[in-house]
């Protein structure tokens, strides 16, 4: 009953199947399920290889017995020195470390014996870099190499093929060749040269593509029994040919680049690959491994699986048999009644679906029910266009098959539709009398008419009467061939699809180009014109309903009296905004208006109305005959749900000051006599007698209502912390020269003539809905304070934005994603790497990558700056200190 559970259990029944399984591949997704892996994301498999080495060294280390504590350290571990030796007192400092694995540098080598070579050579500490000695108690230079001390039975060597970019800020994988033998003296590299270091080569790792992100690894391992070689390609394993390694075939297989250089000649026992990642090799031992004998609780789970894998070999082979013996009965059926199935000249015959037919020929499975129902007119027969959709067969094999599979309608002699086919010619016919009527009314258009004669049509009709006559008959063909509802299965979809199109299509009736919204003749003579009555009869011929007009019929008496209206109303509409203008001189123009900044002296009190009204105001006055004219001021917008304002004084001074309009008194009387006004807002200034400027107080009516007040701050605030896809500006800062403030004005878009353009050219649906409800009347709607702030959104525009200057870069950032992700943005933008960026925001450096840009205080609009650092000429001195 024994069934593996931990890791160490599911490693050892892997490699119990792998030595006496009988199936030709080893799943071990239960391995990959107890490793807690995502084979969904593509991982490095010398990361892997470490982490798993370090989990499997811990966990065998809890073992009982010794000789399995340390399995890993035996077969893996070996170990290296770091020494530093004192140029100037010859101090020697040694550093013992372990290591599983090699890792080896390959850019500017060919061969893997340089590799190594470069892994032990002696490095001079020089300058900034020189090291302390203990002994002459100062900073000396000195050298520093790596020696090994010993070395494992089997010796893993990692090719570093992924490099990190700096000019991309990614890794990339590098596709040099470098050069391997199968047999590998390490003699030479090793402190202490009286053991036995040759070893051969057992595992080759292929990491095949050409990105550092993606790919696909391929394994070849050889059989240290036999001496053979095996390559691992997922489910598909192979044995090599005359037991030598053979990586040709893979690097063939990678995507060849401009830049690869072509591959060096190999001798014998030796190779050169640019995909190879891993390498492995064995100690040379004269005698051959033992094999090991697999546990009897193992042997049993692997036995039982050999059984499943049995009988699912003969449920495959019986399946197969079946199978052929069912293609050898169907084979004899068809090439019986393949010979019969030409329907003769003079003989009965049917029409059956060739569809089906064919797949009566190909499918092993026997075929559904012959169905014949979407071949079929509105007439229950065969439809003229399902014809090629067909097949003629004979009449013994039709009663064969109706006989043994079933369905219909059967179609034979009787079901060609006689009634179909006379319509098919008709409207063919009427196409081609179609040509020859276009010429014929083009000529009558020419003529004259004269006297009352003729007949009023409409100019873009004429114009595209041919083709709506050719569509008109294409629907009568397609009306035909679509009659009959079963042919999509759903007749009630296809009725709704008809009438909602041509419910689109009602417009684009002949000669309802001229029809009024009354059902009579426009008024406009401009869209229509006369034609003659042999010309009209023509026409009429193609289109039975369209509207008629003669040419002494009068005009929509309704239209008349609407035109005079309209053209009334357009006057009054100038005159009443030019007597506005005229009397409302200071609310027009912005700099004749009263500013809380500077209060002017002459005046005492002033009076608010929102920044909204004015606007529409001022579209109205500028354009009285395309914009509606202004009848109320709806200050609601202004005050909370409990009447109080909004707005403090100090805040109107400054970043509220445009949502708001200032009024002089006398003006003030005159808005009020135009407007309908639904809440006055007053500021009042008192001030001691003989006292300066600066001890004056100022009251608003009605007064500030705190409660809301914080409550739209806080709103505010949580909005700048809450937002998503919203624009920032990327500067970057050249030779430290900073962003002047007057290099990134605001500009007060409302205006603009191009921003009351877009405004104006809305139509009226699209205006804004508070702003026309306010407009209604005087009444205010009761308002929670939730949706108070949503009304405040609403209401009061903004109208300001960031104008990009030179060396700007706009972003769409969210609130919520952090400053490394900001910094991807900023490296695809202008090519600089995240480590190489210095960011500030109003002076204050952003440095912590983890903090969302909401915590860091970047808000919509804002002016990030950007210093990138120089690139350090020594990196690899860089680097190496910082190790």
């Known amino acids: 009953d024994y069934e593996p559970q931990t890791i160490c259990e599911h490693l050892q029944y892997l490699f119990a199947l792998l030595q006496n399984s009988k199936r030709r591949y080893i799943d071990p997704s239960g391995f990959v399920k107890a490793l807690g892996l995502d084979t969904g994301q593509q991982q490095d498999a010398q990361e892997f290889s470490k982490l798993f080495m370090s989990l499997l060294e811990d966990t065998l280390s809890k073992q009982k017995n010794p000789d399995v504590r340390n399995i890993v350290q035996k077969q893996f571990c070996g170990e290296y020195a770091y020494v530093t030796v004192c140029n100037q007192c ?57 020696r090994l001390l010993s070395l494992p039975c089997t010796l893993n060597l990692q090719l570093m093929r992924f490099v990190f970019d700096r000019q991309t800020g990614h890794k990339k994988k590098l596709n040099t060749y470098i050069g391997f033998s199968e047999l590998l003296d390490m003699e030479p590299f090793m402190e202490q040269k009286n053991g036995v270091y040759v070893y051969e080569l057992s595992a080759v790792l292929i990491h095949r593509g050409v990105s550092a992100y993606s790919g696909h690894y391929i394994a070849h391992v050889k059989d240290p029994q036999t001496g053979e070689w095996y390559k691992f390609n997922d489910e598909d394993i192979e044995k090599m040919e005359g037991k030598k390694l053979q990586l040709g075939i893979e690097e063939d297989l990678a995507e060849p680049s401009k830049s690869q250089s072509r591959k060096p000649k190999c001798g014998k026992g030796t190779h050169c690959s640019r995909n190879a990642y891993m390498l492995v090799y064995r100690l040379q031992a004269r005698e051959k491994s033992l094999t090991v004998q697999v546990p009897a609780f193992l042997q049993e789970l692997v036995e039982r ?58 499918e092993s499975t026997p075929p559904k029910p012959i169905d014949n129902t979407a071949c079929l007119c509105s007439h229950g027969k065969l439809h003229p266009d399902k014809i090629s959709l067909m097949k003629r067969i004979s009449e013994y094999v039709a009663d064969f098959f109706y006989r043994r599979y079933g369905g219909g309608p059967r179609l034979n002699v009787k079901a060609l539709c006689k009634d179909c086919v006379v319509e098919r010619c008709r409207i063919l016919r009427l196409k081609n009398q179609l040509n020859e009527d276009y010429k014929t009314v083009t000529n009558l258009l020419k003529m004259t008419v004269k006297g009352n004669d003729g007949f009023w049509v409409g100019k873009a009709s004429l114009r595209s009467w041919r083709q709506l006559a050719l ?15 079963k042919m999509n299965g759903n007749a009630q979809n296809k009725d709704e699809s008809n009438e909602e199109k041509r419910e689109e299509e009602e417009e684009l009736n002949f000669n309802e180009d001229i029809v009024c919204p009354h059902g009579d003749l426009c008024i406009s003579e401009n869209e229509r014109r006369v034609v003659s009555k042999e010309a009209w009869e023509k026409l009429k011929q193609y289109f039975p309903k369209a509207p008629e007009f003669p040419n002494n019929k009068e005009c929509c008496s309704q239209c008349k009296i609407l035109e005079r209206e309209g053209e009334e109303n357009e006057a009054l509409h100038k005159m009443m905004a030019s007597e506005q203008k005229t009397s409302l001189q200071n609310l027009f ?34 354009r009285p005959t395309r914009c509606s004219p202004v009848s109320s001021i709806a200050n609601s917008v202004l005050l909370c749900p409990h009447g109080g304002l909004m707005f403090t004084f100090a805040s109107m001074t400054k970043e509220d000051s445009k949502h708001i309009a200032l009024i002089w008194p006398s003006e003030w009387e005159r808005i009020q006599k135009l407007f309908v006004v639904d809440h006055v807002i007053k500021i009042t200034r008192t001030q001691p007698a003989g006292a300066g400027p600066e001890s004056a107080r100022y009251a608003s009516e009605p007064q500030l209502c705190p409660e809301c007040r914080e ?37 007060n878009v409302s205006s603009s003539e191009a921003e009351e353009e877009r405004e104006e050219n809305k139509p009226e649906g699209e205006q804004d809905p508070d702003f026309n409800q306010a407009n209604g009347g005087t009444k205010r709607q009761k308002l929670s304070h939730q949706s108070y702030i949503t009304y405040q959104k609403q209401g009061i525009r903004r109208s300001t934005r960031h104008r990009k200057v030179r060396g700007e870069k706009a ?30 925001l109003d002076g204050k450096i952003l440095s912590d990558d983890t903090a969302t840009l909401g915590s860091l205080g970047v808000i919509p609009e804002s002016v990030i700056l950007l210093k990138a650092d120089e690139p350090i000429a020594d990196y690899a001195a860089m680097d190496d200190v910082m190790q």
């Not at 569509?471 to 509802?485: C, F, I, P, R, T």
């Not at 709103?715 to 500067?731: G, K």
Request: include cysteine; charge should be negative.
């Open 90 to 146: 010859g101090r020697e400092s040694k550093l013992v470390s372990k290591f599983y694995e090699l890792e080896l540098n390959i850019q500017g080598h060919k061969q893997l014996t340089d590799c190594i070579t470069e892994f032990l050579k002696e490095e001079k500490l020089e300058g900034d870099n020189r090291y302390f000695c203990e002994t002459c108690q100062s900073k000396q230079n000195a050298t520093r190499k790596i």
């Open 305 to 362: 699986d050999n059984c499943k894998f049995e009988e699912w070999c003969n449920e495959m082979a019986e399946m197969r048999k079946q199978s052929v013996a069912r293609g050898k009965i169907k084979h004899e059926e068809v090439k019986e009644l393949y010979q019969r199935l030409p329907a003769e000249a003079g003989s009965p015959y049917d029409f059956i679906s060739l569809e089906w037919l064919q797949k009566w020929l190909d």
């Open 471 to 485: 569509e008109q008959l294409n629907e009568q063909d397609e009306d035909a061939e679509h009659s009959n509802g």
């Open 589 to 622: 123009h912005d700099k004749c208006r009263p500013c809380l900044g500077s209060w002017p002296q002459e005046t005492d009190e002033l009076y608010i109305v929102s920044q909204f009204f004015v606007e529409e105001w001022r579209k109205f006055v500028r």
């Open 711 to 747: 409550g739209l701050l806080c709103q505010q605030q949580r909005d700048l912390r809450e937002y998503t896809q919203a624009t920032v500006y990327i500067h970057k800062v050249v030779d430290n020269k900073k962003v002047m403030k007057d290099a990134a004005p605001e500009l």
């Open 811 to 840: 972003l769409l950032v969210s609130a919520n994603q952090t400053l490394k992700e900001l910094k991807i943005q900023i490296m695809h933008a202008f090519s600089v790497a995240p480590f190489d960026q210095n960011l500030s």
